[in-house]
């Protein structure tokens, strides 16, 4: 993975907190934590007093913590029932005395489930229902099926999931800029098949993480648009004969829309498999960022340390330091795809209807892509940046070799091709001396093209010398989306321009969301007189 004798010789309590609760806190925490950790520690020894940072703590306490999916969706299945009934009320179809008396019913029900899982699903629920008020509890499902009714509270569960992923999202590409701001003159070399290649410098490559972010968080916005969208009315599959009025219940519910199609109300799943798809994307390129960062803090690149506080320590040997939160987010990356793999299955073994052999995207695959990212976004922030090793290596390894073919063709006027033989022939020649690339001699460079050309080439000293800066390299690249310093900053302030965007967007759609929620609740309290 190395690519010269040069670099080769460097070789020598929370848990008694819920959940839910602590996600916040992590997420929260781990934005400052890289800025304002107490005790920063860079040491190639791996925590031992150092607690675990926030961000940290989540990829160990997600997965024992995660909810089924009928838990997860059941405060959302209360909603619905409560739209509905007011929607039957409001078109006649029960009588609002009667409605009066399921919606009294359902907070008593509500209250019962909150302590008994058993009542979580909806045929043991309607039926405590039942027991509480009597038979007028059967009118609440009038003109509804557990069809449209499971695709509903699914589709409100798994927005409010997208608006928490872009949320995370927003607080890994804000570490990711202010890092790449900090680091807009931090020269370094960028690899291609795991070989030193040319200098840019670490703002440049962060950037890139935050344009691929981007593309992450305009994928996640879009697929919103498309989860939120109200199947409820389409009963089994062919609708109901009863007037529904499915524009009302949408509203209550803060959907900006409906399903059409009764059918596609049921059968359609496209939209869980998006997103199922979109975090096995937006993953990948997570998974890729920490396996970058775990060969920086190898011993042999020794390019970046990662914080103690999101570092393991072996139990036997006590010189490790173990990437842990690199290695357990790359885990669950790995199991992002399993879960769209299994999505995926499901729906080539049926017809498209609606079937409960259709995989769903659980909550727990979610909660360990938060957990992912909240670790990431600490590891960008508090990691600990070699500037020194890694401008030594962008002179000395020979990633300064593009430049001096190009310095050799503007000196001479020879095509470059011929200029990428001669160069070729120098590097070879400079391993065989076991010289580094800052080495490099006109004399070299004249030999090597009466080899190739036999004749010398016209070049200087200067060329050669401004060639082989690395510095200089990164600098003449100022073009759109280059690595010269100027250029990473204009990326910066757009990105800047886009991250307030995103935020807005996500607002917007919280706000939404919460509006709705006040609406379904006044309504409520109209049939209910309790307003």
Known sequence: MVSSPVLNSKRKSMNRTPFALRLVTAAVLCLSWGAHAQTPDASRIGRTSVPKAPG???????DAAAKTLPDATFPYEVRVHRAHVVMLAEKGIISRDDARKILTGLDTIDARAAKDP?????????AALVKE???????????????????????MFYRDQINRTVAALIALRTAVIDKAEDNMDTVMVVYTHRKEAQPITLGHYLMALSEALKKDIDRYEELYVRMNQSPLGAAASAGTGWPLDRERTASLLGFDSLVVDTIEGTAGWDHITEFAADNAIYLSDLGRLGSEFQLWT????RLAELDSAYAGI????????NPDSIERTRAIVANSVGALTSILVSLDGIEYQHSVARVALEPRSIDGMIAATQAMTGVVQSLHVNKAQMLRDAAKNYSTMTDLADAIVRDSGIDFRDAHEIVAKVVDSAIQANLSADQITVDMIRRAAEQQLGHAVRISEASVRDALDPVRNVARRDGIGGPAPASVKRMIAQARKELDQEQAHLT?????????GK???????????TH
């Open 118 to 126: 058993a009542l979580r699903t909806y045929l043991p629920y309607e």
């Open 56 to 62: 940290f703590q989540a990829l160990y306490d997600f």
């Open 519 to 529: 609406r379904l609740d006044v309504a409520v309290a109209g049939v209910t007189g």
């Open 508 to 516: 917007q759609r919280t706000a939404a969301l919460a509006s709705a």
């Open 133 to 155: 008020i009597g038979s007028v509890a059967g009118r609440m499902h009038t003109g509804r099926s557990r069809n449209d009714l499971a695709n509903t509270v699914n589709r």
């Open 298 to 301: 190898t011993d042999e690149y």
């Open 314 to 321: 072996s139990s036997i040997m006590p010189q490790k330091k």
